[in-house]
């Protein structure tokens, strides 16, 4: 039979990759810069600036499992489309009406954070795990390079129009609304369910390439790839869950952290507002290309492996943080910093669906992005109190450092999940 044409899937994931860019990415990565304005402005506190950011952190994360059964009750187009005109509605209200934190803290921390979650990498990272199985982690990999990208332009772009404007810090609120009115659009028209409401299957196969694809791994023997039924009550029983979590509050907490404070941090060590948002931007842009390192060797590698080497170039890229001096300091960190989280970052999404599958994946990850965003979360919050004590970032940037060399630890202990032998007996083969 002739292979499957126009399979949707690839059009999907470009669909995926411009709402992360203009939804999750915006929000996230270009309120690193106006934050740090909006903050000089309304003379705060790095305990009040890490707040806000801890705060959306949180949002990002926690309301996890309530939007993965969203996502099954309505669908990811509805939820996708619903996350983005949350977001609108909290930048106007940034651009708008905010004077004092508290305000901050409700319209950009709780509001703008739960419509980057609902509209975001889990409703992104769900539904394009629906189109693939032999090229699962190239795609979900892929999908979020949107993220990455959408940080490196963000974080130039919003410096720009701000400082266009005359350093008024409301514009770059401005251009978040305007994004996300973009990406809700897009979702409401382009966004589809799944293969079979087109009439296709997964990674484009004919019905007979389908109907003969055997159990186990669609990508060999060198990469581990469930084909069995998970819950996630199956998946508690195992210990690469628990592992898992571990590895990720390193990396969790660290990125965040210098998200929320790099900016002030390197203006601290003495670098112009427009050097420090350079630097982040690339950062940013290192992270794609360790997002695309990652997508290249996903399906051919075994993924916990990469994250383990990447663990420990991020720790080395905290160490160098902390005293970035000269040209090559600005941006060697941001080099190290950003191409292994983006490493990192695509194998904790890529590892909950090789183990535990289609069906598995929304509750898992969910859980995972809860654990992920709490520690973040912490990082900013106690980072911004910390400094405030004693002046310095010091003992918190080795702290992260440390968590990153500990889960390189854990990563090369850990085993596949495999399910106990009396739920094999009942499980039935999973199919996407």
Not at 8 to 35: D, E, M, R, T
Not at 36 to 44: G, V
Not at 241 to 250: E, K, N, P
Not at 379 to 391: K, L, N, Q, S
Request: charged fraction near 10%.
């Amino acid at each position: 039979m002739a292979r499957q044409t126009g399979f949707y899937g690839w059009k999907l994931l470009a669909v995926f990759w411009i709402i992360l860019f203009a939804n999750f990415a915006f929000p996230l990565y270009g309120a690193s810069v106006v934050n740090t304005y909006m903050a000089e402005a309304l003379h705060w506190d790095r305990t009040q600036l890490g707040t806000a950011y801890a705060i959306y952190q949180l949002m990002i994360g926690v309301p996890a499992p309530l939007i993965s059964v969203l996502i099954a009750k309505t669908g990811a187009r509805f939820t996708t489309a619903i996350g983005c005109w949350i977001v609108v509605g909290g930048a106007l209200l940034m651009s708008s009406i905010v004077h004092t934190s508290w305000q901050t803290y409700i319209f950009y921390s709780f509001t703008m954070g739960l419509g980057a979650m609902t509209g975001g990498i889990l409703v992104a990272q769900t539904g394009v795990n629906r189109w693939f199985n032999r090229y699962k982690g190239l795609a979900i990999t892929i999908v979020h390079t949107g993220t990455t990208f959408g940080g490196f332009v963000a974080a130039r772009l919003v410096d720009k129009v701000i400082r266009a404007s005359g350093g008024s810090w409301r514009a770059g609120w401005w251009l978040m609304a305007g994004v996300s009115t973009i990406a809700a659009v897009i979702a409401i028209l382009f966004v589809r369910e799944s293969p079979a409401d087109l009439g296709q299957f997964t990674d484009g196969a004919t019905a007979e390439e389908f109907a003969n694809r055997p159990a186990g791994s669609g990508a060999g023997e060198r990469v581990h790839k469930t084909s069995e039924h998970w819950t996630l009550l199956d998946a508690l029983r195992t210990p690469a869950i628990w592992l898992i979590l571990i590895s990720l509050l390193g990396f969790s907490a660290g990125y965040p952290l210098y998200i929320a404070h790099g900016n002030a941090h390197l203006r601290d060590l003495g670098y112009s507002p427009e050097q420090a948002a350079s630097s982040i931007s690339i950062m940013l842009l290192s992270a794609l290309f360790g997002t695309l390192f990652f997508a290249a060797v996903a399906d051919r590698i075994e993924p916990r492996l990469i994250w383990a080497v990447a663990s420990v170039v991020f720790a080395v890229g905290m160490f160098l943080a902390l005293h970035a001096s000269g040209a090559a300091g600005l941006y060697l960190y941001a080099v190290l910093l950003g191409s292994s989280f983006g490493v990192c970052f695509s194998a904790m999404m890529v590892l909950p669906a090789n183990y535990y599958g289609v069906k598995g994946y929304p509750p898992v990850i969910s859980f995972m992005m809860v654990i992920g965003t709490t520690a973040g979360a912490l990082g900013a919050r106690i980072a911004g109190m910390v400094f405030d004590r004693i002046h310095s970032y010091t003992p918190v940037f080795y702290c992260v450092a440390g968590l990153s060399v500990l889960a390189a630890i854990v990563l090369l202990l850990m085993k596949p999940a495999r399910k106990p032998q009396s739920s094999l007996a009942s499980a039935a083969p999973e199919h996407a």
